[in-house]
């Protein structure tokens, strides 16, 4: 299994371009997410989707858009890039939370990360 | 303020130290509570979880959660070279898919 594949793992925009990063990942998960991380603010959940055809913003949405019209694949859009999204990029999945019992493998699982720079 | 707080060190010590991580937290709701461990350019992985209250060993990495003091800790003994990495504590309530993050504490073990 090839787990959570993200891509591109760098890029380089200049301000006002927009671009796709994209996440896909073959464990049949249900929920999706994004996060970026930035020094000293750690890991902060930009938006999220618990299945294909729901999206949710999370705690630093704006400037950024999401689908999700397959279970597997969930794009990241910046829709006109600022220097302030220079960040590491990082999807995650994971199976849809049931219950009140924690299963080991059903924890969020991470890709390798995409490293953004807006000049 | 943040829902949870994590002294982002840096930490440096020697090969074979007692290594005690921490974090607090402000959200009564959280139940869930986990380690990650990240290295340098990679994703963050599952170090350990602990469900409420108490302590969870494996191997030489210990967690405990104090609810009553909205604190919770991971204990690293005889630490290696191998486990200089980021370690970042998460968390979440009962039902909730989405976990809140520590900023991270980074670790460095000296051979």
């Known amino acids: 299994n090839a787990g959570v594949t993200q891509t591109p793992k760098f890029q380089v925009l200049k301000t006002g371009q927009s671009m796709t990063l994209q996440c896909a990942q073959d464990?049949?998960?249900?929920?999706m997410s994004w996060y970026r991380q930035d020094p000293g603010m750690g890991l902060r959940l930009i938006h999220y989707s618990v299945g294909a055809g729901i999206t949710d913003q999370g705690e630093v949405p704006n400037g950024y858009n999401v689908s999700r019209s397959t279970t597997e694949d969930f794009p990241l859009r910046l829709l006109s890039a600022a220097p302030s999204q220079t960040s590491v990029y990082f999807c995650?999945?994971?199976?849809?939370?049931?219950?009140?019992?924690?299963?080991?493998?059903?924890?969020?699982?991470f890709g390798e990360g995409s490293r953004l720079t807006v000049l | 303020q943040k829902e949870v707080e994590q002294d982002p060190g840096p930490l440096s010590v020697p090969e074979g130290a007692i290594v005690s991580l921490n974090c607090t937290y402000s959200n009564s709701a959280f139940q869930y509570f986990m380690w990650y461990r990240q290295y340098s350019r990679k994703g963050p992985e599952l170090l350990m979880y602990?469900?409420?209250?108490g302590n969870k060993e494996d191997g030489r990495f210990t967690a405990q959660v104090d609810k009553s003091s909205k604190y919770i800790s991971l204990f690293i003994r005889d630490s290696q070279p191998s486990d200089s990495a980021t370690y970042l504590c998460a968390m979440r309530g009962t039902g909730a898919n989405n976990l809140f993050f520590g900023t991270g504490t980074r670790l460095t073990v000296i051979p």
């Open positions: 602990t469900y409420s209250s």
């Open positions: 464990m049949n998960h249900e929920y």
């Open positions: 995650a999945s994971q199976f849809r939370w049931r219950g009140s019992r924690f299963l080991r493998g059903a924890e969020l699982f």
